[in-house]
């Protein structure tokens, strides 16, 4: 039986230009392809290089085991969210390749396009504050994978209260 999948994305205008993403890409059956340091090192520089290549601000990014969180903002309206995130998972993925014949990701990714209302800093400390919840780090700052390139995140505090997707869902 071949089922149709669930059509998961807006119009590609609503991927486009100034505008502030949250995205998450999973590992291939989540697996935990990321505790290998050497693959996380690898992935971190091609996202670096991603994002200076398709022009957008990495306000924040988590490379957990089996997947990544990344915060990012189009700095001009040629931006291309669709654009960046395919050539990612292609780079990542030529390069992860080389060393194994598993695939690197999911065939789709989650992302949220944040309103004028979310303060993009209380996004970017639910990003750091994954490896606490997860249990591998006391303290945001102590994750090797966690970082910034916007905010000066390490010399302050997490807000009171932290944002989350699910609250689009339903209110806490």
């Not at 040629?78 to 030529?94: E, P, S, Y």
């Not at 999911?106 to 750091?128: F, G, K, M, P």
Request: glycine content about 6%.
């Amino acid at each position: 039986m071949n089922e149709r999948r669930k059509k998961i994305r807006l119009g590609t205008e609503n991927y486009r230009g100034r505008r502030t993403y949250f995205v998450t890409l999973c590992c291939a059956k989540r697996h935990p392809v990321f505790l290998d340091e050497g693959a996380a090192h690898q992935v971190l520089h091609e996202l670096i290089a991603s994002v200076a290549r398709y022009d957008f601000l990495l306000h924040a990014y988590c490379l957990m085991p089996d997947h990544l969180h990344i915060l990012v903002e189009g700095s001009n309206d040629g931006c291309d969210l669709m654009r960046f995130v395919i050539a990612f998972k292609r780079q990542t993925t030529l390069a992860h390749g080389e060393h194994t014949d598993s695939p690197l990701w999911q065939s789709r990714y989650y992302d949220h396009i944040l309103r004028r209302t979310d303060a993009t800093e209380n996004v970017a400390w639910y990003i750091w504050s994954n490896p606490v919840r997860k249990g591998l780090c006391a303290a945001p700052q102590e994750y090797p994978f966690s970082g910034s390139f916007t905010i000066d995140w390490k010399s302050r505090g997490a807000p009171a209260r932290l944002w989350s997707p699910l609250w689009r869902l339903a209110p806490p």
